[in-house]
Nanobody, 114 residues
Framework: QMQLVESGGGLVQPGGSLRLSCVAS????????LGWYRQAPGKQRELVAS???????NYADSVKDRVTISRDNAKNTVYLQMNSLKPEDTAVYHC????????WGQGAQVTVSS
């Protein structure tokens, strides 16, 4: 069964940066497209960034030009570098396959506030 462990969240001021990491196990990591999703209170889960097994990336309009998704297949890890953070980026961030499988980690809380 797939297991996902996210880390790197925290409290940051508007304009700040964070780097999220997600270590995956229980899947053949190199073969999977991966994504970072977020869910804010009272809102639906949103796919913010994805990366294919070949390394092609795609971003939601709401984060484009501010975030970068990357992967290290040797470490079974996917990253999300977030810059120029805004209060509306506040959410719990999860990694998963893309499209997502019904197995979620605990997520990483990102709070953007002054």
């Amino acid at each position: 069964q797939m297991q996902l462990v996210e880390s790197g969240g925290g409290l940051v001021q508007p304009g700040g940066s964070l780097r999220l990491s997600c270590v995956a196990s229980g899947l053949t990591f190199i073969f999977h497209d991966l994504g970072w999703y977020r869910q804010a209170p009272g809102k639906q889960r949103e796919l913010v960034a994805s990366i294919t097994s070949g390394g092609s990336t795609n971003y939601a309009d709401s984060v484009k030009d501010r975030v970068t998704i990357s992967r290290d297949n040797a470490k079974n890890t996917v990253y999300l570098q977030m810059n120029s953070l805004k209060p509306e980026d506040t959410a719990v961030y999860h990694c998963n396959t893309a499209p997502y499988a019904n197995s979620w980690g605990q997520g990483a809380q990102v709070t953007v506030s002054s």
